[in-house]
T-cell receptor, first 116, second 116 residues
Framework: AQKITQTQPGMFVQEKEAVTLDCTYDTSDPSYGLFWYKQPSSGEMIFLIYQGSYDQQNATEGRYSLNFQKARKSANLVISASQLGDSAMYFCAMSPIKAAGNKLTFGGGTRVLVKP | DTEVTQTPKHLVMGMTNKKSLKCEQHMGHRAMYWYKQKAKKPPELMFVYSYEKLSINESVPSRFSPECPNSSLLNLHLHALQPEDSALYLC???????????????FGAGTRLSVL
């Protein structure tokens, strides 16, 4: 079984500052993928960034970077230079990398509000 | 292009109605998913279609009936729903049905369903 924990239900961040969203996970699968999604109030789940458990480097996608610490089972998302449009719910998710599995397990989410 | 299109955006139905939700993708993806999301909660997987065949049913009540007419289309037929079925219904697709590395699920904007 897999479990994702996001301990920050909500947070404020000042525009143009960086923010770190915490995500810890638990799994018995040796190979897995970690994902971050953004969900604005409109409802769409927007894929942001992916990290494979065997990737040697931390993933980056524009202003998003993933601080992956495998031994600690954490995959924190860092958003640099926050913008007002970053206000949304953010979900961390994981999926095993194996033949029978492509089920995403989501954390409870963190709501981010960017202040001008 | 990573677009998944869902229609309608909003739906209000009575408990005796029959309605359908539609999802379409033209990315050549071979796996499609239905999720249910209640307010302030993460999405919950309902069904997975792999190569147009139902591969996962997460013990969903029979009043929800999925259908995959072809590799680009996914429907969710609704009948005799209950008020507690009111939620955001999200469709997603991924390139592969199996749990492969970087097998990202791309989501549509969802259908907000209200059952009266």
């Amino acid at each position: 079984a897999q479990k994702i924990t996001q301990t920050q239900p909500g947070m404020f961040v000042q525009e143009k500052e960086a923010v770190t969203l915490d995500c810890t996970y638990d799994t018995s699968d040796p190979s897995y993928g970690l994902f971050w999604y953004k969900q604005p109030s409109s409802g769409e789940m927007i894929f942001l960034i992916y990290q494979g458990s065997y990737d040697q480097q931390n993933a980056t996608e524009g202003r998003y970077s993933l601080n992956f610490q495998k031994a600690r089972k954490s995959a924190n998302l860092v958003i640099s230079a926050s913008q007002l449009g970053d206000s949304a719910m953010y979900f961390c998710a994981m999926s095993p990398i194996k033949a029978a599995g492509n089920k995403l397990t989501f954390g409870g989410g963190t709501r981010v509000l960017v202040k001008p | 292009d990573t677009e998944v299109t869902q229609t309608p955006k909003h739906l209000v139905m009575g408990m005796t109605n029959k309605k359908s939700l539609k999802c379409e993708q033209h990315m050549g993806h071979r796996a499609m998913y239905w999720y249910k999301q209640k307010a302030k909660k993460p999405p919950e997987l309902m069904f997975v279609y792999s190569y147009e065949k139902l591969s996962i049913n997460e013990s969903v009540p029979s009043r929800f009936s999925p259908e995959c007419p072809n590799s680009s289309l996914l429907n969710l037929h609704l009948h005799a729903l209950q008020p507690e079925d009111s939620a955001l219904y999200l469709c997603a697709s991924s390139q592969h049905p199996q749990g492969l590395a970087k097998n990202i699920q791309y989501f549509g904007a969802g259908t907000r369903l209200s059952v009266l």
